[in-house]
């Protein structure tokens, strides 16, 4: 065997090299050992050239490689301290067969990268994708002098005894360097990646990095890496290190100076072999498993921009302005407590010294009452002592609209012995004995319970006919609805709160932002937290909830106060004070506000749920709240209410798992809405006076013949028939819809039947109550038209859909949008502001908007 050539390093002298075959040791030594290493290989008498080219940038070199020669391609390129310069190499290879594919290995001072062409990348359920045409950028590094002349080279090899032609070239990447605030525009595929590298500004801490296309697939993937090596930039190492995340049309990732100590860093761009995870279809299931999949043209243009982010002062902007927001309704109600005080102080001075004042100053400021005031004046030739006298004078000089209605209310008062109570029985049983008393003392007695029967069952009802419980019982029943989601709360947010602390710590720590569904475009980091800003704009619900808990404070210690001195206001006229709910309420408000700050740090399918259980709560609490008003003896128990609440959580998850295109889940739901929707239908109509055993259906059919087949008659009770007809036509509606089109986005859908019930039933109760001749005061009014406004502006900024977990992460990108409000709140953050808003009005419609009633005798206040 003849030894063709030795070879060194570039910077080594050929006349070393040659010196190296002249001694007569060295060249013996070497010969014995490539001696044995054919013998050991079996390939003894054949010969492996093995050739070493100076090469030159920007020329492209054709060539032929076998199993028998090796060629090497040695480059030198002079590196500068302050200025970074890309060497990108690309390789065509003609040949189709991978039994035997190319070797290229480039070996660096500091790094070797290989690559095998063709190259083979493997997709879902193991497709293999063959790749001749590679690109990829050397990863360069850092020099300590000012300027250093850095040599690589490039071998290639091949075990083909056949022999494959291929192109090299290498090549200067001018733009290596992204400027900030400049678009650079780049192509990319699977087998020629691109990374380019970022500095850091002085003064600037955080920067956006926005990568855009103007189509949505080939899928690629987008990262931020540090400044080492090796860089890894092909499908299937692209996970290995830095953050990363998978994009159609756009990626966006706010990256911090703090976290890259070099104050430099890579962005890194990938296309995918297949489009799956960006929601695109799959090719073909080859039948073999080893045949190789076509990717076809998976080429992609791609712009990149990377911009400077918010400062620390738009950070506390932004603070100040949202905690400004909302301390002002505290002020606001400050205000207007002070006013009330000061219109009841002169209500009081009047009362005190009637004689000081005119009738028509005395009827100004008797308010809402003035005009009945003067009429009591006018007659009696007195002043009233307290608005209770000109108000059961006003009630008694009343007439109804229906002369049928007042012979009705007046025989059933007669025949079922319903009596008023006198002043001095009710300041006696305000100082009975404080011996627990309970509930069921008073309905288990068998003639109360025949009582309850006949009294519920009259066609006109008042509120004196459901207001007969002790008072002192029924404000412990309803105190329960506060202690109970109270203890809710508890339960449900600390799991709440560590697992969002889990995910957050999952995505910085795995770099994968494809787990959380933000508004990327807008959203600013704060220590660990990923999008602070989202968070922050929920403080609203938490304290709006804390002052309307104090507004009910206010009026429950007055009201307690009024009691105590047998105010005869208090005690005998007005809708029945009943404070739990009103607090549960409040709390859930709040509740709401920290679960869905909880959500917005990691939000994504899987714990939506905590965004939207208080949500339920709130729709159920209220729709509640207005049926107390009026049926405060029969309103359900604070366990069956959250029995029922924890049932439509129940079914909100099994929806977001399992109800996405399963029609059997549906139709299940469907009969369940329906039956649920018929079965509160019937309580609600027969006032609780039905059982639901063995009987329930030949009572059902003894009905329908009696009223329907044998004589047709109408509803006894028509203003309720009316409300719950109009409730089945629009629940049996939303079930139809629901099995119709199965929308992705369960958990909504149930939110939206409850928020359409919640209207449905407060719509009703508005018209029933001018109906009924009864008014709405300047405050309840205000707070209505401001709601209503409020809550329009409301769902606008609600609909922008800013992101969207029923899709893949990378097509919920494509709905991001940038911050437009001081640079760091966005669409969905003004939805917080306004909707926590929005939630405050509507709780304080349901505290005032009977409160014209409050000097008007209960057995004068209509059910409906």
Not at 150 to 166: A, E, I, K, P, R
Not at 585 to 599: F, N, Q, W
Request: glycine share 6%; proline share 3%; charged share 20%.
């Amino acid at each position: 065997m003849v030894l063709r050539s030795c070879w060194k390093s570039r910077h080594k002298s050929r006349s070393g090299a040659a010196d190296c075959l002249l001694r007569p040791g060295w060249t013996v030594l070497l010969w014995l050992c490539v001696t044995l290493v054919a013998c050991a290989s079996g390939v003894v008498g054949e010969t492996k050239n093995v050739v070493q080219k100076d090469a030159e940038f920007d020329v492209t070199y054709n060539d032929t490689v076998t199993s028998e020669n090796q060629t090497i391609y040695a480059f030198n390129h002079t590196v500068s301290r302050n200025k970074t310069e890309g060497v990108r190499v690309s390789v065509d290879v003609s040949s189709q067969g991978s039994e035997s594919p190319i070797l290229f290995v480039v070996r660096q001072k500091q790094a070797v990268l290989s690559f095998q062409v063709p190259l083979i990348l493997r997709g879902l359920y193991q497709r293999k994708y063959p790749y001749n045409h590679l690109g990829r950028t050397l990863c360069q590094p850092p020099t300590r002098a000012a300027s250093e002349t850095q040599y690589f080279f490039v071998d290639v090899s091949t075990l083909s005894s056949q022999g494959t032609n291929y192109q090299l070239r290498v090549s200067r990447v001018e733009s290596f360097t992204l400027q900030t605030d400049k678009k650079f525009s780049f192509t990319a595929s699977p087998s020629q990646p691109q990374y380019f590298k970022y500095d850091f500004p002085d003064g600037v801490d955080t920067v956006i990095v926005k990568v855009s296309s103007d189509t949505n697939f080939p899928c690629s993937v987008m990262s931020i890496q540090d400044i080492q090596c090796p860089v890894y930039d092909l499908d299937n190492n692209v996970a290995f290190i830095g953050m990363y995340q998978t994009m159609t049309k756009k990626g966006a990732i706010t990256v911090q100076r703090k976290d890259f100590p070099s104050y430099s860093f890579y962005v890194v761009v990938v296309v995918k072999t297949e489009d799956e995870a960006c929601g695109g279809p799959l090719p073909y299931y080859p039948l073999r498993p080893d045949e190789l999949t076509d990717a076809g043209n998976r080429s992609k243009v791609l712009d990149v921009v990377v911009s400077p982010a918010i400062n620390s002062e738009v950070y506390v902007m932004g603070m100040l302005f949202c905690l400004g927001i909302f301390l002002s309704f505290y002020l606001l109600t400050l205000l207007v407590a002070c006013l009330e005080n000061k219109r009841m102080g002169k209500r009081r001075e009047l009362f005190q010294n009637p004689a000081d004042m005119s009738p028509a100053e005395t009827a100004s400021l008797l308010g809402k009452n003035g005009d009945d005031a003067v009429a009591f004046m006018g007659i009696t030739g007195k002043t009233p002592a307290s608005p209770y006298e000109y108000g059961s004078f006003a009630d008694n000089c009343s007439t109804l609209s229906s002369e049928a209605i007042t012979d009705s209310a007046t025989s059933t008062d007669n025949n079922y012995g319903y009596m008023e109570r006198t002043l001095d029985s009710v300041g006696r049983s305000r100082q009975e004995s404080l011996s627990s008393v309970e509930e069921d003392d008073y309905d288990t007695l068998d003639d109360i319970d025949s009582d309850k029967n006949i009294v519920r069952t009259k066609k006109f009802l008042c509120v004196s006919d459901l207001a007969r419980k002790d008072k002192r019982i029924l404000s412990k029943k309803y105190q329960i609805y506060f202690w109970n989601i109270a203890t809710i709360a508890v339960f449900y947010a600390l799991p709440v709160i560590q697992l969002v602390i889990t995910y957050q710590t999952v995505v910085n720590v795995t770099g994968n932002q494809d787990i959380c569904y933000y508004n990327f475009l807008c959203a600013h980091p704060l220590g660990a937290l990923s999008a602070f800003n989202n968070i922050l704009s929920n403080l609203g619900y938490v304290m709006l909830g804390l002052l309307f808990l104090l507004i009910v404070l206010k009026r429950d210690i007055v009201h307690n106060r009024a009691l105590v001195r047998n105010d005869v206001n208090a005690l005998e006229c007005g809708i029945p004070k009943h404070f739990g709910l009103f607090y549960a309420m409040g709390t859930a408000l709040m509740m709401e506000g920290l679960l869905s700050a909880c959500y917005h740090v990691c939000p994504n399918y899987t714990n939506f749920q905590f965004d939207t259980s208080f949500m339920y709560m709130i729709a159920g609490l209220c729709m509640l709240k207005l049926y107390q008003k009026r049926h405060p003896d029969i309103n359900a128990s604070a366990y069956t209410a959250y029995a029922c609440l924890a049932a439509v959580i129940f079914f909100s998850v099994l929806g977001v798992v399992f109800g996405k295109g399963n029609m059997v889940f549906w139709i299940v739901f469907s009969v369940i809405h329906i039956l649920a929707t018929l079965l509160l239908s019937t309580q609600l109509y027969y006032m609780g006076r039905w059982r639901l055993d063995s009987g329930v259906l030949r009572r059902i059919v003894y009905v329908i013949y009696t009223d329907c087949i044998r004589q047709c008659s109408g509803p006894m009770y028509i203003d309720r028939m009316v409300l719950l007809v109009m409730g089945n036509i629009v629940n049996w509606s939303l079930a139809a819809y629901g099995l119709i089109k199965t929308p992705n986005d369960f958990a909504s859908y149930l939110l939206a039947i409850a928020i359409c019930n919640l209207l449905l039933y407060f719509a009703f109760y508005i018209i029933m109550k001018l109906r009924s001749g009864e008014r709405i005061q300047c405050l309840a009014l205000v707070c209505i038209l401001f709601t209503a406004v409020v809550w329009g502006f409301a769902l606008y900024f609600f609909f922008q859909g800013l992101s969207t977990w029923q899709k893949t992460p990378a097509e919920s990108r494509e709905h991001n949008r940038d911050c437009i409000l001081l640079s760091f709140f966005d669409d969905h953050d003004i939805w917080h502001f306004l909707s926590s808003i929005a939630m405050f009005g509507s709780f304080l419609v349901l505290l005032t908007m009977d409160d014209d009633l409050d000097t008007v005798q209960r057995d004068k206040i209509f059910v409906f």
